[in-house]
């Protein structure tokens, strides 16, 4: 390896050994669990409870399925790009930056969404909001990760164990509050299909599935922090794995209990459901505290998400698809820049108030992306049958074809919803296709990701010498 690849490598690092699969999983729940807070229960009014239950079992299986798939090809390919080092692994450069876009999409919108909402929040408890508060928020969790990956992940955890608290002790008040009456107590339209389980027909499943994904959105961020764990071959799919089923546990308690005790009908119109049903069962003093801990939800999920699109910056700079300064890490191998300069941009949108435009926008992303990672578990298993694979996916590639599947109907089902958010985000898309072709394309700093993996070995084999 020249000189010059190792010096450039040398500025391009990120601290190994931080995270064990604990942490890894604990990041996997922040990613999501203002999911858990708000905006699921807006399926209940495109679709009625068993319409929005459908859909959430659907894109269960469908999250389920990818993270299966995500779980062997981190353990096969960690490197800090997570679904955009897969991708470009199965099919090229093209087909890496393609899903990296995709990727990149959701997670540069996702915390200008959750700041609008942080915002909200803020302002029923203080009457603060506006620009001041979004900029407040980024500045100080952009300059907690400033500190470290290690200190950072520790705080996220905290902040993601007192959301999940305050989700379970919702819960325990809410079961003996429970009428499966109040499940459909939405009134039947003259939709095609409608019925008391199905009000809204079969079209309010279909537009309800960006909601059901709330349940979930971002865990397949785990992988980002490939380069990062302890022992990546194990810790990345025990993390991600681990994450998704405490998830399946957390969305089940929320989607039957809470429009169990509060009623369907009124929790398919709340900003606040599970603060709304505790009112309606009587412990006011309980949603009075979930209330404040709903803010750590939020909070949780934008810490953790700057986490996740700064590690994926970082990875498509220091390929060249981006402005290569991007991914100069710091003493204390922190990539300074990838946090920032998608924080600015973040802040920018945020200006904007539309937090359910801009959020569907990162759900079209998110549905793109996995599409893109589910396909190159196919295709790393037809093209790349001897890689080694430290876990396989149960089902092989019958299981990553679910999740294609899915994908692509829960792609149409964000059309179906909000055809603005769709035509927006293929806008951003072709911008960014442009881009690449007509400029990174010709600057990556290796021509395959065997490639780039090979130079990074070699360049931290090389530092270990000089030391």
Do not use: C
Not at 220 to 233: H, R, S, T, Y
Not at 240 to 262: H, K, Q, Y
Not at 322 to 335: G, Q
């Amino acid at each position: 390896m020249s000189t010059n690849n190792t010096e450039y490598l040398a500025k391009r690092q990120l601290k190994r050994g931080t995270a064990g699969w604990l942490l890894l999983a604990g990041l996997g729940v922040s990613y999501v669990i203002s999911g858990d807070f708000a905006g699921w229960n807006f399926g209940i009014a495109e679709a009625g409870w068993g319409g929005f239950a459908i859909a959430a079992v659907l894109m269960a299986v469908m999250y389920l399925a990818l993270v299966l798939s995500l779980a062997e090809m981190s353990a096969a390919v960690p490197a800090a790009g997570g679904g955009y080092s897969f991708a470009r692994q199965a099919m090229g450069p093209a087909g890496g930056y393609l899903t990296g876009l995709a990727v990149l999409i959701e997670y540069a919108l996702a915390p200008a969404a959750i700041v609008i909402f942080i915002g909200s929040a803020v302002e029923a408890l203080t009457g603060f909001n506006g620009p001041w508060v979004y900029a407040l928020f980024y500045l100080l969790f952009v300059g907690i990760h400033l500190a470290g990956v290690g200190e950072a992940l520790k705080v996220m955890m905290v902040i993601s164990g007192l959301a999940v608290l305050a989700i379970i002790a919702t819960a325990f008040v809410l079961i003996t509050n429970f009428d499966a009456s109040r499940l459909f107590d939405v009134p039947v339209t003259d939709a095609v299909g409608a019925s008391e389980f199905l009000p809204l027909g079969w079209y309010g499943v279909w537009a309800a599935l960006p909601f059901a994904m709330w349940l979930f959105l971002a865990v397949e961020g785990v992988p980002l922090a490939a380069e990062e764990a302890k022992d990546p071959a194990k810790d990345v799919p025990k993390g991600i794995i681990g994450a998704m089923i405490f998830l399946l546990f957390t969305a089940f308690l929320v989607v039957v209990l809470v429009p169990g005790a509060g009623g369907a009908a009124a929790m398919g119109a709340s900003a606040v459901p599970l603060v709304d049903a505790l009112n309606a069962s009587g412990s006011e003093g309980l949603a009075t505290v979930v209330n404040i801990l709903g803010l750590a939800g939020l909070v949780a999920s934008f810490f953790s998400i700057i986490y996740g699109y700064s590690r994926l910056v970082f990875a498509l700079s220091r390929a060249g698809y981006l402005s290569r300064s991007l991914s100069i890490t710091t003493n204390r191998k922190v990539p300074a820049r990838a946090l920032i300069v998608p924080a600015v941009f973040g802040f920018l949108v945020s200006l904007s108030g539309e937090g359910d435009l801009i959020l569907a926008m990162a759900v079209v992303g998110a549905t793109v992306s996995y599409a893109l990672m589910a396909l190159s578990h196919i295709l790393l298993r037809v093209k790349q049958p001897d890689l080694p694979r430290p876990y396989k996916t149960p089902g092989g590639v019958v299981t990553s074809s679910i999740a294609l599947v899915l994908s692509l109907i829960a792609l149409t089902g964000v059309y179906a919803f909000d055809p603005r958010a769709f035509l927006y985000t293929m806008m951003l898309f072709i911008v960014g296709a442009v881009y690449y072709f007509g400029y990174s394309s010709k600057h990556l700093v290796a021509k395959s990701a065997d490639e780039e993996f090979a130079m990074l070995a070699d360049a931290e084999s090389d530092l270990e010498m000089a030391k």
